[in-house]
């Protein structure tokens, strides 16, 4: 058959939501952590710490699922660190993230610079789902995907309900709004936050380790080339909600996978100005977000970035 | 258990013994990684430092990296003090390149040295300035998060530059512009083939200026305030748009000259790769001087020498270069963590001991809840 029209968009699309995956872990993640109250700057670097851990794993194991897990597990240990300045010491968190950014970038090139451009041949495949696949148009784009695309729709749906309708939910939003009323009323605030410091951390590190295992399995310094930072941003967009996430991070997912398609296309678009696209679109995203946050006063956190001390009046 | 209380006043001790433990933590974090990767880090280190000081021109090198170090950084000890947090340094640097790379490229070729630079470097300043402006209007305006603007910004500076080099300012499909005319060199000073030039001294004037400001004006005094409480600010009559945009400026136009003035001194080249990633550094120089620009052109130097031993021992020991990256950023880490004790008076306290005049303690189970009613009464 030749590609149609159609074709060629269900196959973008369907790019769009495997590209959508990687920014949506680190988003959600993002999302659940600054609910808690800590602001975590430094999605670039777990990221990247994800990305190159989970490629590690991988290739000395043969597994990428084992990988992904590495991955997690790494960026979670870093997050950790985030969490202790921050919660423990009560360290200016927007810094903090700042010095996170920093460590993941260095630590990964560092260790990463004798895995330059190695190829793993062993990466995450895709797994159709029976039935739902078969659907026309829909089931190729959303059910003919790896598992860790459907595990992104199933933590949407998670933790929009854990967050909204149970009383851990309720536990996690008071503490980023009044942790001093949270705690008052039993919620143990440090662990609340450190819990989901470390948990936000490691959804970073599947959505870099979801690139290394997965979408583009080699190496290269500074793979996820600024997505932690986007990240930060649809959290805003996001208005601090699961299901806003889901759809932010697919729109820029498709944003990036018709870039690709552009450049594969040999249109006559600058190629600068079309890898600058997401950039761009995110810098505007992140003011018109700010502006509806403003009017409609939803979402964020109020003792976002606000250290909790019990003895302090 | 222990109790924390808020200081008024941190000691000079501790403003001193934090941030000389936090470099030797950091550089002991440095070593366990490196160990990891079987290198020697006694070794690296030596090589770094050699590297660094080893001789008249490596320390002249060293120098030349602090330039814009010190530029950039004592524009941030300005900005950060008001909690305005710009990290767009990287961006504003490159646009302050294009900026004055544009006169040196494209220029008109007849005009006097002293003139073509002075313009370069104003040209440079004014673009650093209007990247930071952008922020700090969505900032003041509708209060837009500074540190995803200003690092987005810095992803689509370096697209533009990019977009030049990869365009009509590349030379025979490369990214690399023709060398700049001796015109629009700024002048090196000391012998070849050291490349530190007379930006030094801009920068060494930015310092005490921006102290200055901080110290002696009624503007530094007004960004102050804003830092530690931005109500009061406003209910005590500051300006705070004025001042978020005046101090932006002052950061972005010093972050844009250091760029110029590397890029025509230094490189005499414009290229994608101009060392923009100083940007970075410098917030770390920043912080570490405790924002004081003075003290900043130590740390800049200092951090100055890491960066250009570490050059050296990408070279020599082929060891990469991200090492350097985790040095600076464990630097930064133990510094945050050690604003509890610079922040905080702590003091060990027995947990179960009840204080005189309180209720005696009757069970362990209760201790708890009377250590709490007895804190209360304190």
């Known amino acids: ?313 | 258990m222990l109790r924390f209380e808020k200081r008024d006043k941190t000691p000079v001790r501790l403003r001193l013994i934090v941030p000389v433990c936090s470099v030797l933590l950091g550089l002991l974090v440095g070593s366990v990684v490196m160990l990891f990767a079987r290198v020697n880090p006694l070794r690296a280190y030596g090589a770094i430092v050699k590297g660094a000081f080893g001789s008249a021109y490596t320390f002249s090198e060293t120098l030349a990296i602090a330039v814009p170090l010190i530029l950039i950084s004592s524009g941030l000890c300005l900005v950060y003090r008001m909690k305005f947090f710009n990290i767009g340094a990287k961006g504003q640097y490159i646009i302050g390149a294009i900026c004055g790379s544009y006169l040196a490229l494209f220029g008109p070729a007849t005009m006097s040295r002293p003139l073509l630079l002075t313009l370069m470097m104003v040209l440079g300043t004014l673009g650093g300035a209007l990247w930071a402006i952008i922020p700090a209007l969505l900032k003041v305006y509708w209060n837009v998060n500074e540190v995803i603007a200003t690092l987005l910004l810095n992803y689509i500076a370096s697209y533009i530059l990019w977009f030049f080099m990869y365009g009509t300012w590349g030379t025979r499909g490369f990214p690399l512009s023709k060398n700049f005319a001796l015109n629009a060199q700024l002048p090196r000073i000391l012998p070849a083939p050291s490349r530190l030039h007379i930006g030094l001294f801009f920068g060494l004037a930015a310092a005490v200026i921006v102290w200055i400001i901080i110290r002696k004006t009624r503007f530094g005094y007004e960004t102050r305030v804003l830092g530690d409480n931005e109500r009061a600010a406003r209910y005590a009559g500051i300006n705070v748009f004025k001042t978020v945009i005046i101090a932006a400026i002052i950061s972005g136009g010093l972050a844009g000259l250091a760029g110029i003035a590397h890029t025509s001194a230094v490189l005499r080249i414009l290229q994608l790769e101009i060392n923009s990633d100083y940007g970075y550094t410098a917030i770390i120089a920043a912080w570490l001087a405790g924002l004081d620009p003075l003290v900043a052109v130590g740390i800049s130097v200092l951090l100055a020498a890491l960066e250009a031993g570490g050059y050296q021992i990408q070279i020599v020991m082929r060891v990469p270069f991200g090492i350097v990256g985790v040095i600076e950023s464990s630097i930064l880490f133990c510094l945050l963590a050690g604003e509890i004790v610079t922040h905080y008076r702590i003091t060990l306290t027995r947990r179960l001991s009840t204080p005189p005049g309180s209720t005696p303690r009757i069970g362990k189970k209760c201790s708890g809840a009377l250590d709490e009613r007895a804190r209360g009464a304190a």
């Open chain 1, 1 to 313: 058959m030749n590609p149609t029209f159609g074709s060629i968009l269900i196959k973008v699309l369907a790019g769009a939501i495997q590209s959508g995956t990687i920014l949506l872990l680190p988003t959600l993640g993002e999302v659940l952590t600054e609910r808690s109250g800590v602001l975590n700057l430094g999605l670039e670097g777990l990221m990247l710490i994800g990305a190159f851990f989970g490629f590690l794993g991988a290739m000395k194991t043969g597994n990428p699922y084992v990988g992904l897990l590495l991955g997690m597990a790494a960026a979670a240990a870093a997050a950790a660190i985030h969490a202790f300045i921050c919660v423990t010491l009560r360290g200016n968190q927007t810094v903090t993230g700042l010095a996170l950014a920093i460590f993941g970038t260095g630590l990964t090139s560092f260790y990463g610079d004798r895995w330059v451009s190695q190829r793993l041949t062993t990466p995450i495949k895709p797994i159709a789902i029976p039935g739902l696949s078969q659907i026309p148009v829909v089931g190729p784009i959303l059910f003919s995907q790896d598992l860790i695309v459907y595990a992104g729709y199933i933590l949407v749906a998670l933790f929009w309900f854990l967050l909204f309708k149970t009383k851990v939910g309720v536990n996690l939003r008071a503490v980023g709004e009044n942790a001093k009323a949270a705690d008052a009323m039993g919620v143990n605030v440090v662990g609340t936050r450190y819990f989901w410091t470390i948990l936000g951390g490691a959804l970073a590190g599947a959505g870099g380790a979801y690139i290394t295992c997965c979408i583009h399995p080699y190496w290269l310094n500074g793979i996820t080339s600024g997505k932690g930072w986007i990240a930060v941003a649809l959290v805003v967009f996001a208005m601090w909600n699961p299901f806003n996430a889901l759809v932010g991070a697919f729109l820029f997912g498709g944003i990036e996978a018709m870039q690709l398609q552009l450049q594969a296309g040999g249109t006559y678009i600058n190629s600068a100005l079309l890898s600058m696209l997401p950039y761009v679109t995110t810098f505007v995203v992140i003011i018109v977000a700010t502006l509806i946050v403003r009017v409609r006063h939803v979402g964020t956190p109020k003792e976002l970035g606000i250290p909790y001390a019990r003895e302090e009046k």
